[in-house]
């Protein structure tokens, strides 16, 4: 019987007809899916971008976002706003730290030199300048020694500290000989009689700190011996201490011992000094010797040269009785015993204590120990007068919290903190896994910025700094960083610490705690993603302006969207911006956003915005 599918009349397609039409509708689908992703029209032009070898961004360069949801309409598309230039009596403006606004707080344990932040209405909304003839900082080694005067305009330290020898004036730059007030011989015939006492040469000594550091000499001589330094002054009278530090390549903070505790965590650094630097240590029942003691490290060492020491020398020319000053040193031993110091050291004007590696074998009469408080939760913390309790040992020869391997060795070694998992989620699985990562990450950052990792930059941020890796893998006698770690991200700053690297808390809804124009480069993955809901990105950014010296880099990773909001506020801010793909290709959605901030000075025809 013949079917009627066989009529000439009413011939169906083939099936092979029907799959290749349906094949067709499906690739077009595909194809158009794809491109509107963001990963089909301009991945030539993201790879081009990948494989270019510096920072500099052609202002004709197409940087269009293709991965919005919908295509770009150029004419629809808001201009950016343009932020102003702030008028020229800002150019050395450090928010949290202005004199104006500490005169009105107590003098009593220098609380008026501690952080005061202005209100969200009184924020700064515009560009900070640099002073006419601003010049870039001379490269390391050099840069320790001289200082262009038209960056740090203030001779007031080359009259005030002229037999000290702290710094000198010769033409249109300063000179740092290298001398303190109690090291006349220079910074290292200083070091070199510590070297006597503490282990400086083999590694076991990494992370120092310096309380009341002056102009940071200290700090700078230290380097060459493989040695970070956290160094901290107040603003106060001896005007631009800090910023002198910064400009030689050194790290340093504004800072004091106040009321509030230091933002490091517990069992931070390897040494610490005070070098004259004037601080009560006897007030207030030895609060401040207990501060120390709680971010010095188990077998660590404490030195104090100045005041009390050498009392009978000197007790005439710090215009006070030989009763009193010995009374003092005897309270300051006293203390120390308290805190299972040991006196290792006396000669001279300088005394070196050690703290022992655990608590078994103090013999403490009556303590106050700190209880119940999380001693790493510092930020905007009074100080207690009370002591940070050690971790429990199980032998007398143990090291309380673990034992830390000397230096270099200690950068990739699992540190204590991650291997008894004192840190929440952070395996040494993860641990491991995460250098590796962050070993590929700053690869290509080298590879799209040529200059990372010479002396062009040498004073570089990690504003969300995680587990260090970034900076490990960036280690380098031309540079260091200072490793920030967000007060609302997980606390892993003493991670960082045992790595042999250095760092700080901070909020970044507020100003950092430095001078304009201090950093070189600025790094900053997830930071945005974090802070989405916490600030404004536009009070972010303009804060990263405020520290990157002119020509100066941004590196930020983080996903699309983000970046794509970063990326509208950073082209009304006079930077050069190119966004990237991830080094594993365009479709990952984290990309990276590089940007260089121009060069540009201040006018006095400079106007300031307080605008929103």
Known sequence: MASKHHLPGNRGRSPISIFVVLGLCCFFYLLGAWQRSGFGKGDGLAMEITKRTDCIVSPALNFESHHNQEPPVESSEPKAKVFKSCDVRYTDYTPCQEQDR??????????????????????????????????????????????????VPYKHLTVEKAVQHWIEFRGDVFKFPGGGTMFPQGA????????????????????????????????????????????????????????????RGVPAYIGVLGSIQLPFPSRSFDMAQCSRCLIPWTANDGMYLMEVDRVLRPGGYWILSGPPINWKTYYQTWKRSKEDLKAEQTTIEKLAEQLCWEKKYEKGDIAIFRKKINTSSCKRKSANMCKSRDADDVWYKKMETCITPLPQVESGAEVAGGELKKFPARLFAVPPRVANSMVPGVTVESYQEENKVWKKHVTAYKKANSLLGTTRYRNIMDMNAGLGGFAANLESSKLWVMNVVPTIAQNTLGVIYERGLIGMYHDWCESFSTYPRTYDLLHASGLFSLYQDKCEFEDILLEMDRILRPEGCVIIRDGVDVLNEVRKIARGMRWDIKLIDHEDGPLVPEKIFIAVKQYW???????TSNDA
């Open 188 to 247: 290292d015939a200083y070091i070199d009689e510590l070297a006597l006492v503490i282990p400086i040469a083999d590694g076991s000594i990494r992370t120092a700190l310096d309380t009341g550091c002056g102009v940071a000499s200290w700090g700078a001589y230290l380097m060459k011996r493989n040695v970070l330094t956290m160094s901290f002054a107040p603003r106060d009278n001896h005007e631009a201490q800090v910023q002198f530090a910064l400009e």
């Open 601 to 607: 000075v201040g006018s006095a025809g400079n106007s």
């Open 102 to 151: 500490a005169m009105a707080f107590p003098r009593e344990n220098m609380i008026f030199r501690e952080r005061h932040c202005p209100p969200v209405d009184e924020k700064l909304h515009c560009l900070i300048p640099a002073p006419n003839g601003w010049k870039t900082p001379f490269p390391w080694p050099k840069g320790r020694d001289y200082v262009h005067y038209t960056n």
